[in-house]
């Protein structure tokens, strides 16, 4: 079974920046697209961003141009840059594969003040 570890969350003015990381064990890691999700309060948990095996990335509509993910199949480990941060964007942050396959990790929690 894969753990997934996020890290790197916390409280930033709008218009700031912060890097998650997602930490993951299990050898099957180089092998999947992963995803970077998220949940605000009182939604639901929606995909931001996602990476393919070989680096090929794609964005939500609402982070595209913002954010950039990226992964290390080195060190089992993906990242979320985001940058011009905005109030919309606090909430909950996980990674898992795309689409999701394995359990949810405990998330790290992103808030962005106005």
């Known amino acids: 079974q894969v753990q997934l570890v996020e890290s790197g969350g916390g409280l930033v003015q709008a218009g700031g920046s912060l890097r998650l990381s997602c930490a993951a064990s299990g050898r099957i890691f180089s092998i999947k697209a992963m995803g970077w999700y998220r949940q605000a309060p009182g939604k639901l948990r929606a995909l931001v961003a996602r990476?393919?095996?070989?680096?090929?990335?794609g964005y939500a509509d609402s982070v595209e141009g913002r954010f950039t993910i990226s992964r290390d199949n080195a060190k089992n480990t993906v990242y979320l840059q985001m940058n011009s941060l905005i109030p919309e964007d606090t909430a909950v942050y996980y990674c898992?594969?795309?689409?999701?396959?394995w359990g949810w990790g405990q998330g790290t929690q992103v808030t962005v003040s106005s």
């Open positions: 990476v393919t095996s070989d680096g090929i990335t």
């Open positions: 898992n594969s795309y689409p999701v396959s």
